[in-house]
């Protein structure tokens, strides 16, 4: 086993072991960061299989926006009390018995089919190589891309908003209307 | 000369199997959204490993897509995820009974 195998193992059980953990955590806001920890192993993984870009995304985005978005949510909506029910019986092994027999299929699937047993060879494209190669094949996708992530940005402005504050009242009508208009859950804001 | 491409699948699977668990078994809605965040982190280990068994960067186009597409559904799914506690009070899905 080479050394560069031996990091693939090394970083393959960080990342299964911190996912597993983060899983089973009751509390949000440690399970973000385990899987903050996993991400940051997938990254590394990305960097054995050649893609250095990639791995510098992952970091930035994944690791970066995505769960620090998590932690604002967690932190912003302050729940008092666990109030998760962890884990009843009757819920999690019927899913264990059958990721179980996921696991089982998969093994078998990937000694029977023939070329699984190939080992990879260690090559890298650099971001340019990369970018050269999305940029000419894919450049449609991008822009859809981009426009996805316009649509996002109203999408999530849109359900953002309370009702009565987005619509450019003076600040007595506003409060008058925010008295009148509350709907029946707690306010984000309460104290 | 790393490792063959089984074990590069096997571990992937191990992953996407963790994230399917997190998103049936827990009951409450961050949580859900982070199995389904898991489930796409393991697609995207089998697309680049793929990418370099195959020797061609359609793979690692692809995981740049996913990485864009993933953070598109959690603004969004964040976003209900927020408006949905302020109407009902909790994380728990099975209090989401308002239209019953």
Partial sequence: MTL??????????????????AITRRNLVHAVVYLIVSYFGTAMLFYLFGAPLLAALEIIIYAGAIMVLFLFVVMMIRVESYEEVMFPLSQWLPAAIFGLIYMVAAVAMIIETPGTEISLRMLTATPRQFALYVFEHHWFSIEVISLLLLLALVGALHLGTRKGAAQGLSAHDADTRLEGGRSGGPDLDAP | ?????????LVAGILF?????????????IMIVLGIEIMLNAVSIVFA????????LEGQTFVLFILAVAATEVSVGLAIIVYAFRRTGSFDPSKFNLLR
Wanted: proline share 2%; net charge positive; aromatic share 16%.
């Fill in chain 2, 49 to 56: 490993g793929a990418a370099l068994r195959w020797n061609n």
């Fill in chain 2, 17 to 29: 199997a963790l994230g399917v668990f997190c998103a049936v078994v827990r009951r409450n809605l």
């Fill in chain 2, 1 to 9: 000369m790393i490792v063959p491409f089984g074990h590069v699948l």
């Fill in chain 1, 4 to 21: 560069y195998g031996f990091f693939f193992y090394l970083i393959s059980a960080v990342v299964i072991g911190a996912t597993a953990i």
